[in-house]
Protein backbone atom coordinates (compact mmCIF):
# COMPACT_ATOMS: atom_id res chain seq x y z
CA UNK A 1 0.00 0.00 0.00
CA UNK A 2 2.73 2.87 0.59
CA UNK A 3 4.46 1.71 -1.86
CA UNK A 4 1.41 2.77 -4.06
CA UNK A 5 1.14 5.80 -2.75
CA UNK A 6 4.98 7.02 -3.12
CA UNK A 7 5.07 5.55 -7.00
CA UNK A 8 1.24 7.60 -7.78
CA UNK A 9 3.30 10.58 -5.85
CA UNK A 10 6.55 10.60 -7.98
CA UNK A 11 4.44 9.60 -11.46
CA UNK A 12 2.18 12.68 -10.71
CA UNK A 13 5.07 15.09 -10.16
CA UNK A 14 6.87 13.59 -13.20
CA UNK A 15 3.61 14.22 -15.18
CA UNK A 16 3.92 17.60 -15.33
CA UNK A 17 7.28 17.83 -17.27
CA UNK A 18 6.99 19.07 -21.07
CA UNK A 19 7.04 16.16 -23.47
CA UNK A 20 10.53 14.27 -23.39
CA UNK A 21 11.63 15.08 -26.86
CA UNK A 22 10.66 18.71 -27.66
CA UNK A 23 12.07 19.60 -24.37
CA UNK A 24 15.55 17.66 -25.06
CA UNK A 25 15.80 19.35 -28.44
CA UNK A 26 15.17 22.61 -27.53
CA UNK A 27 16.79 22.72 -23.94
CA UNK A 28 20.01 20.54 -25.10
CA UNK A 29 22.01 23.34 -27.03
CA UNK A 30 23.75 26.05 -24.96
CA UNK A 31 21.99 28.53 -27.52
CA UNK A 32 19.40 28.74 -24.76
CA UNK A 33 21.57 31.23 -23.34
CA UNK A 34 21.21 33.46 -26.77
CA UNK A 35 19.33 36.15 -25.10
CA UNK A 36 21.53 36.84 -22.35
CA UNK A 37 24.95 36.29 -24.28
CA UNK A 38 24.44 38.54 -26.81
CA UNK A 39 25.50 41.24 -24.63
CA UNK A 40 28.20 38.81 -23.00
CA UNK A 41 31.58 40.86 -24.32
CA UNK A 42 30.49 43.84 -22.64
CA UNK A 43 28.03 42.29 -19.89
CA UNK A 44 29.89 39.79 -17.57
CA UNK A 45 27.88 36.63 -17.25
CA UNK A 46 26.67 35.90 -13.32
CA UNK A 47 27.21 32.28 -12.74
CA UNK A 48 26.58 30.68 -9.11
CA UNK A 49 29.52 29.78 -7.48
CA UNK A 50 28.95 26.54 -4.44
CA UNK A 51 32.63 26.17 -2.68
CA UNK A 52 31.23 23.21 -0.99
CA UNK A 53 32.92 21.44 1.80
CA UNK A 54 36.90 20.51 2.86
CA UNK A 55 38.94 21.03 0.29
CA UNK A 56 36.16 23.02 -1.66
CA UNK A 57 36.67 26.77 -0.70
CA UNK A 58 40.79 25.91 -1.72
CA UNK A 59 40.06 24.46 -5.40
CA UNK A 60 37.21 27.00 -5.83
CA UNK A 61 39.56 29.85 -5.40
CA UNK A 62 42.18 28.32 -7.77
CA UNK A 63 39.30 28.28 -9.95
CA UNK A 64 38.55 31.98 -9.72
CA UNK A 65 41.85 32.85 -10.10
CA UNK A 66 42.65 31.03 -13.31
CA UNK A 67 39.39 33.23 -14.75
CA UNK A 68 40.60 36.65 -13.52
CA UNK A 69 44.07 35.72 -15.26
CA UNK A 70 42.35 34.59 -18.25
CA UNK A 71 39.68 37.18 -18.33
CA UNK A 72 36.68 35.17 -18.52
CA UNK A 73 33.88 37.72 -18.01
CA UNK A 74 32.25 35.94 -15.04
CA UNK A 75 30.70 37.39 -11.76
CA UNK A 76 30.57 34.64 -9.21
CA UNK A 77 27.68 35.05 -7.16
CA UNK A 78 28.89 32.25 -3.87
CA UNK A 79 26.24 30.28 -1.91
CA UNK A 80 27.75 28.24 1.21
CA UNK A 81 26.39 24.96 2.47
CA UNK A 82 24.36 25.86 5.57
CA UNK A 83 24.82 25.08 9.31
CA UNK A 84 21.09 24.98 10.11
CA UNK A 85 18.10 22.44 7.97
CA UNK A 86 16.25 24.34 5.69
CA UNK A 87 12.66 23.30 5.83
CA UNK A 88 12.15 24.48 2.74
CA UNK A 89 14.96 22.13 1.16
CA UNK A 90 15.27 19.32 3.48
CA UNK A 91 18.79 20.21 3.84
CA UNK A 92 21.81 21.98 4.60
CA UNK A 93 20.70 23.66 1.39
CA UNK A 94 18.88 26.92 1.70
CA UNK A 95 16.17 27.77 -1.05
CA UNK A 96 17.84 31.03 -1.67
CA UNK A 97 21.01 28.74 -3.38
CA UNK A 98 18.45 26.77 -5.48
CA UNK A 99 16.72 30.17 -6.40
CA UNK A 100 20.45 31.61 -7.59
CA UNK A 101 20.74 28.93 -9.79
CA UNK A 102 17.69 28.77 -11.43
CA UNK A 103 18.02 32.61 -12.00
CA UNK A 104 21.47 32.55 -13.19
CA UNK A 105 20.75 29.14 -15.33
CA UNK A 106 24.27 28.38 -14.59
CA UNK A 107 27.02 27.57 -11.58
CA UNK A 108 29.67 25.47 -10.78
CA UNK A 109 29.68 23.07 -7.83
CA UNK A 110 32.38 22.08 -5.71
CA UNK A 111 32.13 18.75 -3.33
CA UNK A 112 30.00 18.74 -0.35
CA UNK A 113 29.62 16.09 2.26
CA UNK A 114 26.59 14.38 3.69
CA UNK A 115 27.03 13.25 6.98
CA UNK A 116 25.61 9.09 6.77
CA UNK A 117 22.95 8.35 8.67
CA UNK A 118 21.94 12.27 10.45
CA UNK A 119 18.04 12.27 8.63
CA UNK A 120 18.09 15.00 6.53
CA UNK A 121 18.35 14.63 2.41
CA UNK A 122 21.77 14.38 1.11
CA UNK A 123 22.92 17.71 -1.11
CA UNK A 124 23.34 16.27 -3.97
CA UNK A 125 20.38 14.36 -4.15
CA UNK A 126 18.60 17.61 -3.06
CA UNK A 127 20.33 19.80 -5.79
CA UNK A 128 19.29 17.16 -8.75
CA UNK A 129 15.92 16.83 -7.60
CA UNK A 130 14.80 20.50 -6.84
CA UNK A 131 16.68 21.67 -10.71
CA UNK A 132 15.40 18.78 -12.27
CA UNK A 133 18.81 18.01 -13.36
CA UNK A 134 18.24 15.41 -15.10
CA UNK A 135 21.28 13.97 -17.47
CA UNK A 136 24.83 14.33 -15.33
CA UNK A 137 27.75 14.25 -18.39
CA UNK A 138 30.95 13.23 -17.89
CA UNK A 139 33.74 13.43 -20.58
CA UNK A 140 36.98 10.62 -19.84
CA UNK A 141 39.82 11.37 -22.14
CA UNK A 142 43.23 10.31 -21.40
CA UNK A 143 45.56 13.49 -20.43
CA UNK A 144 48.57 14.03 -22.83
CA UNK A 145 51.94 13.45 -20.66
CA UNK A 146 50.00 11.44 -17.71
CA UNK A 147 50.39 8.09 -18.08
CA UNK A 148 48.10 5.73 -17.23
CA UNK A 149 47.71 1.97 -18.42
CA UNK A 150 45.63 3.12 -20.85
CA UNK A 151 46.28 5.45 -23.64
CA UNK A 152 42.98 5.82 -26.20
CA UNK A 153 40.51 6.80 -23.23
CA UNK A 154 38.01 8.94 -25.22
CA UNK A 155 34.39 8.61 -24.01
CA UNK A 156 31.29 10.45 -22.50
CA UNK A 157 29.14 8.44 -20.21
CA UNK A 158 25.78 9.98 -19.90
CA UNK A 159 23.99 9.22 -16.20
CA UNK A 160 20.00 9.68 -15.99
CA UNK A 161 20.30 11.33 -12.64
CA UNK A 162 16.38 11.71 -11.23
CA UNK A 163 15.10 8.18 -10.61
CA UNK A 164 16.39 5.04 -10.84
CA UNK A 165 17.64 3.30 -7.40
CA UNK A 166 18.42 6.76 -6.31
CA UNK A 167 14.55 8.40 -6.24
CA UNK A 168 15.29 8.12 -2.50
CA UNK A 169 12.24 6.06 -1.39
CA UNK A 170 12.71 3.43 1.05
CA UNK A 171 10.72 1.81 4.01
CA UNK A 172 10.71 -0.92 6.41
CA UNK A 173 7.94 -3.54 5.81
CA UNK A 174 8.61 -5.43 8.85
CA UNK A 175 10.97 -5.72 11.31
CA UNK A 176 14.49 -6.67 9.30
CA UNK A 177 13.25 -6.24 6.18
CA UNK A 178 13.44 -2.86 4.38
CA UNK A 179 12.18 -2.32 0.95
CA UNK A 180 13.48 0.02 -1.68
CA UNK A 181 11.81 1.63 -4.89
CA UNK A 182 13.56 1.52 -8.11
CA UNK A 183 11.41 3.87 -10.09
CA UNK A 184 12.14 4.12 -14.03
CA UNK A 185 9.64 5.93 -16.13
CA UNK A 186 8.71 6.03 -19.85
CA UNK A 187 9.42 10.66 -19.50
CA UNK A 188 12.52 10.37 -17.49
CA UNK A 189 14.46 7.59 -19.56
CA UNK A 190 13.41 9.08 -23.42
CA UNK A 191 14.49 12.56 -22.06
CA UNK A 192 18.40 11.43 -21.22
CA UNK A 193 18.17 9.16 -24.61
CA UNK A 194 17.34 12.01 -26.51
CA UNK A 195 19.89 14.17 -25.13
CA UNK A 196 22.36 11.36 -24.98
CA UNK A 197 22.26 10.82 -29.18
CA UNK A 198 21.55 15.07 -29.61
CA UNK A 199 25.05 14.89 -27.55
CA UNK A 200 26.43 12.29 -29.85
CA UNK A 201 25.57 13.96 -32.97
CA UNK A 202 26.40 17.54 -32.33
CA UNK A 203 29.79 16.40 -31.06
CA UNK A 204 30.55 14.18 -34.34
CA UNK A 205 30.47 11.15 -32.30
CA UNK A 206 29.71 7.65 -33.73
CA UNK A 207 27.88 5.44 -31.16
CA UNK A 208 25.87 5.10 -28.28
CA UNK A 209 25.86 2.30 -25.96
CA UNK A 210 22.96 1.97 -23.58
CA UNK A 211 23.88 0.19 -20.30
CA UNK A 212 21.37 -1.90 -18.56
CA UNK A 213 20.50 -5.18 -16.67
CA UNK A 214 17.76 -6.10 -18.24
CA UNK A 215 17.95 -9.42 -18.75
CA UNK A 216 17.57 -9.43 -15.03
CA UNK A 217 15.33 -6.43 -14.34
CA UNK A 218 12.97 -7.27 -17.35
CA UNK A 219 10.47 -4.29 -16.41
CA UNK A 220 12.48 -1.76 -15.39
CA UNK A 221 15.47 -1.44 -17.72
CA UNK A 222 13.36 -3.22 -19.81
CA UNK A 223 11.13 0.14 -20.56
CA UNK A 224 14.66 1.78 -20.45
CA UNK A 225 16.16 0.19 -22.97
CA UNK A 226 12.45 0.43 -25.07
CA UNK A 227 12.79 4.34 -24.63
CA UNK A 228 16.48 4.26 -25.92
CA UNK A 229 15.48 2.15 -29.13
CA UNK A 230 12.91 4.29 -29.85
CA UNK A 231 15.40 7.38 -29.78
CA UNK A 232 17.99 5.70 -31.89
CA UNK A 233 15.06 5.30 -34.93
CA UNK A 234 15.67 9.09 -35.18
CA UNK A 235 19.33 8.97 -35.80
CA UNK A 236 20.50 6.20 -38.11
CA UNK A 237 23.72 7.80 -38.40
CA UNK A 238 24.08 6.68 -35.10
CA UNK A 239 25.16 3.08 -34.15
CA UNK A 240 23.17 2.03 -31.24
CA UNK A 241 24.29 -1.13 -28.90
CA UNK A 242 22.98 -2.28 -25.80
CA UNK A 243 25.42 -4.09 -23.26
CA UNK A 244 24.67 -5.60 -19.83
CA UNK A 245 26.37 -3.15 -17.38
CA UNK A 246 28.86 -6.38 -16.09
CA UNK A 247 30.16 -7.10 -19.45
CA UNK A 248 30.22 -3.27 -20.24
CA UNK A 249 32.70 -3.24 -16.98
CA UNK A 250 34.64 -5.88 -18.15
CA UNK A 251 35.17 -4.42 -21.73
CA UNK A 252 35.88 -0.99 -20.55
CA UNK A 253 38.94 -2.75 -18.76
CA UNK A 254 39.78 -4.50 -21.30
CA UNK A 255 39.66 -1.70 -23.85
CA UNK A 256 37.37 1.31 -23.22
CA UNK A 257 38.03 2.38 -27.06
CA UNK A 258 35.56 0.04 -27.78
CA UNK A 259 33.22 2.68 -26.57
CA UNK A 260 32.27 6.12 -27.49
CA UNK A 261 28.94 7.66 -25.91
CA UNK A 262 27.68 5.43 -22.81
CA UNK A 263 23.53 6.16 -21.78
CA UNK A 264 22.71 4.67 -18.48
CA UNK A 265 20.21 4.67 -15.23
CA UNK A 266 21.18 6.42 -12.86
CA UNK A 267 22.74 3.50 -10.49
CA UNK A 268 24.56 2.07 -13.57
CA UNK A 269 26.34 5.90 -14.38
CA UNK A 270 27.72 6.52 -10.92
CA UNK A 271 29.77 3.10 -10.68
CA UNK A 272 30.39 2.99 -14.59
CA UNK A 273 31.44 6.95 -14.52
CA UNK A 274 33.59 6.69 -11.86
CA UNK A 275 35.26 2.86 -13.45
CA UNK A 276 36.09 5.18 -16.26
CA UNK A 277 37.74 7.57 -14.14
CA UNK A 278 40.10 5.07 -12.58
CA UNK A 279 41.24 4.64 -16.83
CA UNK A 280 42.72 8.31 -16.85
CA UNK A 281 44.35 8.57 -13.30
CA UNK A 282 41.42 9.17 -11.08
CA UNK A 283 38.33 11.52 -9.80
CA UNK A 284 40.86 14.46 -9.72
CA UNK A 285 40.95 14.52 -13.10
CA UNK A 286 37.62 14.50 -14.76
CA UNK A 287 34.80 16.61 -15.11
CA UNK A 288 31.71 16.89 -15.22
CA UNK A 289 28.66 18.45 -16.09
CA UNK A 290 24.69 18.46 -14.98
CA UNK A 291 22.13 19.46 -17.39
CA UNK A 292 18.63 20.34 -16.23
CA UNK A 293 15.24 22.05 -17.03
CA UNK A 294 15.25 25.40 -18.51
CA UNK A 295 18.93 25.27 -20.37
CA UNK A 296 20.38 24.91 -16.88
CA UNK A 297 23.77 23.72 -16.30
CA UNK A 298 25.49 22.79 -13.22
CA UNK A 299 29.08 21.97 -13.49
CA UNK A 300 30.80 20.37 -10.76
CA UNK A 301 33.94 18.12 -9.33
CA UNK A 302 32.53 14.80 -8.60
CA UNK A 303 35.61 13.63 -5.99
CA UNK A 304 35.10 14.03 -2.62
CA UNK A 305 35.28 16.65 0.02
CA UNK A 306 38.84 15.03 1.33
CA UNK A 307 38.61 16.29 4.74
CA UNK A 308 42.15 14.90 5.92
CA UNK A 309 44.15 17.36 4.01
CA UNK A 310 41.38 20.20 3.61
CA UNK A 311 43.24 23.75 4.60
CA UNK A 312 46.71 22.06 3.85
CA UNK A 313 47.02 23.37 0.33
CA UNK A 314 47.42 20.21 -0.70
CA UNK A 315 44.14 19.45 -2.75
CA UNK A 316 44.48 19.10 -6.39
CA UNK A 317 41.64 21.59 -8.59
CA UNK A 318 42.01 20.27 -11.64
CA UNK A 319 39.19 18.12 -11.84
CA UNK A 320 37.01 21.43 -10.57
CA UNK A 321 39.28 23.54 -13.36
CA UNK A 322 38.26 21.41 -16.33
CA UNK A 323 34.50 21.35 -14.83
CA UNK A 324 34.58 25.15 -15.03
CA UNK A 325 35.79 24.43 -18.58
CA UNK A 326 32.78 22.43 -19.19
CA UNK A 327 30.70 25.26 -18.24
CA UNK A 328 32.14 27.78 -20.49
CA UNK A 329 31.59 25.75 -23.20
CA UNK A 330 27.86 25.00 -22.58
CA UNK A 331 27.78 28.88 -22.38
CA UNK A 332 29.90 28.95 -25.68
CA UNK A 333 32.57 31.03 -24.69
CA UNK A 334 35.27 28.15 -26.59
CA UNK A 335 37.78 30.28 -26.99
CA UNK A 336 38.07 31.18 -22.86
CA UNK A 337 37.57 27.44 -22.64
CA UNK A 338 40.04 25.73 -24.59
CA UNK A 339 42.90 28.69 -23.34
CA UNK A 340 42.01 27.40 -19.90
CA UNK A 341 42.19 23.95 -20.55
CA UNK A 342 45.32 24.31 -22.77
CA UNK A 343 46.88 25.66 -19.90
CA UNK A 344 46.15 22.89 -17.66
CA UNK A 345 46.84 20.09 -19.78
CA UNK A 346 50.15 21.63 -20.19
CA UNK A 347 50.71 22.06 -16.70
CA UNK A 348 50.09 18.40 -16.48
CA UNK A 349 52.43 17.16 -19.64
CA UNK A 350 54.91 18.96 -18.19
CA UNK A 351 55.26 17.21 -14.91
CA UNK A 352 56.88 20.44 -12.62
CA UNK A 353 53.98 21.23 -10.77
CA UNK A 354 51.80 18.25 -10.12
CA UNK A 355 50.16 17.89 -6.81
CA UNK A 356 50.52 14.71 -4.49
CA UNK A 357 47.66 13.19 -5.84
CA UNK A 358 49.07 12.82 -9.88
CA UNK A 359 52.46 12.15 -8.26
CA UNK A 360 54.47 15.29 -7.77
CA UNK A 361 54.94 17.25 -4.28
CA UNK A 362 53.41 20.68 -5.76
CA UNK A 363 51.03 22.97 -3.62
CA UNK A 364 47.50 23.92 -4.70
CA UNK A 365 48.72 27.27 -5.39
CA UNK A 366 52.01 25.89 -6.97
CA UNK A 367 49.47 24.07 -9.54
CA UNK A 368 47.17 27.33 -10.13
CA UNK A 369 49.92 29.40 -10.71
CA UNK A 370 51.49 27.36 -13.25
CA UNK A 371 48.49 27.43 -15.04
CA UNK A 372 47.93 31.05 -15.11
CA UNK A 373 51.58 31.24 -15.75
CA UNK A 374 50.70 29.02 -19.05
CA UNK A 375 47.65 30.91 -19.92
Request: aromatic share 6%; net charge neutral.
Amino acid sequence: MMASQILRRILRSSSTLTDSASFASSHYSPRAFDRCLSSAATTPITATLFPGDGIGPEIAESVKQVFKAAEVPIEWEEHYVGKEIDPRTQSFLTWESLESVRRNRVGLKGPMATPIGKGHRSLNLTLRKELNLYANVRPCYSLPGYKTKYDDVDLITIRENTEGEYSGLEHQVVRGVVESLKIITRQASLRVAEYAFHYAKAHGRKRVSAIHKANIMQKTDGLFLKCCREIAEKYPEITYEEVVIDNCCMMLVKNPSLFDVLVMPNLYGDIISDLCAGLIGGLGLTPSCNIGEGGIALAEAVHGSAPDIAGKNMANPTALLLSAVSMLHHLELHDKADQIQNAILTTISEGKHRTGDLGGTASTTDFTKAVCDHL
